[in-house]
């Protein structure tokens, strides 16, 4: 059987260890960080943490791993994460540690959440990013550290502020990732599947907002208006409607008539718009079907075409190559968003949608 020292590297992961003189013994739990002195100063307990039985780095050589709370995605890049704080920390290990121990479990948080396939590429792209903040940190200095004769303030200035746009790089490719993988992950789902936990979370909200509303009505509910709930209900159901989900408006309709049907007062009479809905609903997916039956519409320009997309309710702008950074932020303040589905920039198909394109493209359209 394979075995692992516990080392510096891995053992802000490790959970269980045992002693390497006694491999087959029962192994005790590893606390990293334990007990606490002060800022970067800490002590490592092994067994019963009221115990207070220290570990020290120096003795990690005669203990083995014995289970641990993820892979080391990072433990490679240790070495790196230290000498990026040489010129900046006076504990550079120290602060090493908590970079690879604090992004370490959000990339296993993050790889749980998503399918298998998608997992190596997200890694290594996560790995990418992280090197690149680690790289531009290690370019940053500290008057404290390095001594203040001969300081190149406006260089560090400069180095600083570099370290600063790499962790917002970082950050948001990590926000725009997961909402990609998030959408495939949804997109692949079963219609059968996405109707039921779509009719779920509505089910929820309509039961909570149902239940306050009867507690105000019963006075075990204070402090809150009533008619701000009602609207709010309403509000929210609408947006179904509008939308032309016949199934979640009925569904809806039905449970709530089941609640009005269980209390003394309404939760919402039937002289509400809301009941309303189910037609409403109604007139909206025929306007869709009209609307998805026609014929896509094409208009050619320098570089590219609009299509208008009635199926999608889109109106789309494909270029013949990637626009550059200016036409990009353009259609970006515009309302278009781009679309890897469908390869291009598109926002809902209406009359103001039209004129953005025209006024972007400088069409008549």
Sequence with gaps: METTLLTRENAHRVTMVRRKDTPESEPVAFHFRGKRYGYCSYAHLV?????????????????????????GYLDEYFKQACDSYNLTS??????????????????????????????????????????????????CASAMITGPARFNTARNEKACNSYAKSVTAFKE?????????????????????????EWKKVKHFIDDAASTIHGIDTGTERGYSRSLFVSNLAGRISTYANHGNVEIIDRAIAHLREWNSKVKKPIVTERHSIFKYPELARKVREKQ?????????????????????????????????????????????????????????????????????????????
Excluded: C
């Design 173 to 197: 490719w990590r926000e725009r990732a997961l909402e990609a993988i998030r959408k495939a992950v949804e997109a692949a789902k079963p219609e059968e599947q996405r109707d039921m936990e």
């Design 90 to 139: 006076f504990s550079p290990a120290e602060r090493a540690e908590t970079d690879i121990a604090s992004h370490e479990k959000e990339l296993h948080e993050d790889l749980q959440s998503m399918p298998e396939e998608q997992r190596e590429r997200y890694t290594e792209n996560y790995k990418r990013y992280f090197l690149a903040m680690i790289a531009a940190n290690g370019r």
């Design 289 to 365: 079907q009209e609307r998805a039956n026609r014929e896509n519409r094409e208009i050619p320009f320098d570089g590219g075409k609009v299509v208008y997309n009635f199926e999608e309710d889109r109106l789309q702008i494909l270029f013949n190559k990637i626009p550059d950074a200016e036409m990009r932020t353009t259609l970006k303040r515009n309302a278009f968003k781009w679309s890897p589905r469908n390869q291009a920039w598109q926002r809902q198909l209406t009359r103001n949608a039209e004129y953005a394109a025209g006024q972007v493209l400088k069409l008549s359209i």
């Design 47 to 71: 067994g019963e943490p009221a115990k207070e039985e220290i570990l020290a780095p120096s003795n990690f050589k005669d203990w083995l791993v014995a289970e641990v709370a993820h892979p």
